[in-house]
């Protein structure tokens, strides 16, 4: 077996995050960094490059059904499905109780399958809105849909569980239901958040708060609800009924069943591009992290932090929350962070005795933490939304860390202290 040294992996892992931050598309910054990790690590040019492929054959399942679910993420955005799931949330709610509509809104927009930066995006308009009327910041407002987003993303059929029940080879619905609990200590810290921030910050102004009127062609609630609610109950046949669907079937089918329902079947293939343009980006980026976790993984670095963790008397599950933090900072991305933990850390957390479950939903949880970074698209397209400059974004940071924080605590609590 091709082994490469510590000290290679750290500087691939260390080169990847400088290209990153140069503005380097990622894929091609850890692919870069993989290799170059590889040569200093000492392992030969054709042992470099068999590390890189190897590490993106682990990856390949995560990416195939990352493509088929651009069918459903299709449908709900492209068809403004996700944009009348979020209005009729927030009026159901009432301007009254704004914040937790926000925070409701992109929660169950994330759940349902979309992006959490894309869910901030449709919700971004009526935030606007309705924080105008509310007199609420727009910090306070990006904190809730950013903190509700989160929340949303660890119990969703989202590319980050995918790579988690990959990697631990886990059914979808488990990772996705056993993350619940942290999700809902989530929305309430997210809560207790924005509230203390309604008053910081930059208020919304009159140009800023534009409503958009046009409802051409918009789907009703239940036609909007059909696709994720399809793709979540075949995904759910599995632990209710034994019979197990590949989220490669369920999801697109989801789609395909929703678009039946807003009686747009004709549309379908509008759609699917729309679905595939959005998931291509991350498909191609976690062939890039696939590289870097085939170089990780056959150095010696989770063994010295197996090592530093018994050195210093901490517990070995905290190897998964803290793995799936350091990936997904150095990634400033869920779904990165989520795919190199796992794969690199994962078969050393099992081996430690740590239950495959338990160990999905504490990494997973754990890259919540970190991957809104600067050096990532995350931190720079939720706050465009909103019209917010870099200085004021960078503010968000500190309250965003603590939301991730305290469902990655909760999970730890859950699986790694309790063993439930």
């Known amino acids: 077996m091709i082994q490469i040294t510590t000290l290679g992996a750290l500087s691939g892992l260390l080169i990847s995050i400088g290209l990153i931050l140069r503005r380097v598309p990622p ?12 040569m200093i ?8 490059v068999t590390l890189m492929i190897n590490g993106v054959k682990g990856i390949t399942p995560s990416v195939l059904r990352i493509l088929a679910a651009g069918v459903l993420a299709g449908v709900l955005i492209e068809s403004g499905g996700a944009g009348v799931i979020a209005e009729k949330i927030v009026d159901a709610v009432g301007e009254a109780r704004a914040v ?42 990006l904190v809730a849909m ?32 056993a993350n619940i609990i942290p999700a809902l200590v989530g929305l309430v810290v997210t ?28 789907p009703s609630l239940l036609a909007a609800l059909t696709a994720p609610l399809v793709a979540i109950g075949l995904l759910a046949l599995r632990p209710v009924a034994g019979i197990a669907i590949d989220p490669l079937i369920a999801l697109p089918v989801g789609g395909v069943a929703g678009a039946l329902a807003m009686g747009r079947i004709r549309d379908i293939n509008t759609f699917a591009v729309g679905g595939l343009q959005r998931m291509s980006g991350v498909a191609i980026m976690l062939i890039g992290t ?30 998964a929350p803290l793995s799936g933090m350091m990936m997904s900072a150095a990634t400033a991305s869920t779904t990165a962070g989520t795919a190199v933990a796992s794969n690199v850390f994962g078969p ?15 990494m997973h949880a754990g890259a919540t933490v970190l991957d809104h970074m600067p050096h990532g698209s995350f931190f720079h397209a939720t706050g465009g939304s909103v019209g917010m400059g870099i200085s004021e974004r960078l503010k968000a940071l500190p309250w965003e860390t603590l939301i991730g924080f305290s469902m990655a605590a909760t999970s730890t609590l859950i699986y790694g202290i309790l063993q439930f």
């Open 191 to 218: 809560y207790i958040v924005a509230k203390m921030l309604v008053n910081r910050g930059t208020k919304i102004s009159e140009e800023m708060a534009i409503e958009e009127t046009s409802q051409n062609n918009h």
């Open 146 to 177: 950013v903190g509700g987003g989160k929340a949303g993303n660890i119990i969703s059929p989202n590319p980050n569980t995918i790579a988690a029940s990959d990697a631990f080879n886990l059914p979808l619905t488990d990772v996705m239901m």
């Open 348 to 362: 050393i957390i099992i081996a430690l005795g740590i239950p495959s479950l338990g160990a999905a939903a504490m």
């Open 27 to 38: 894929a091609y910054g850890m692919m870069i960094g993989a290799f170059l990790g590889a």
């Open 100 to 141: 937790i509509a926000l925070i409701l809104a992109t929660m169950l927009l994330t759940a349902a399958g979309v992006f959490v930066d894309v869910a901030v995006i449709t919700v971004a308009p009526i935030a606007l809105a309705i924080a105008k009327r509310a007199n609420i910041s727009i910090l306070s407002a």
């Open 41 to 48: 690590g000492l392992a030969s040019l054709g042992d470099s």
């Open 290 to 319: 696939g590289t870097l976790a085939g170089i990780i993984a056959s150095s010696g670095l989770s063994n010295s932090l197996v090592e530093f963790l018994k050195a210093s008397g901490l517990p070995a599950y905290l190897l």
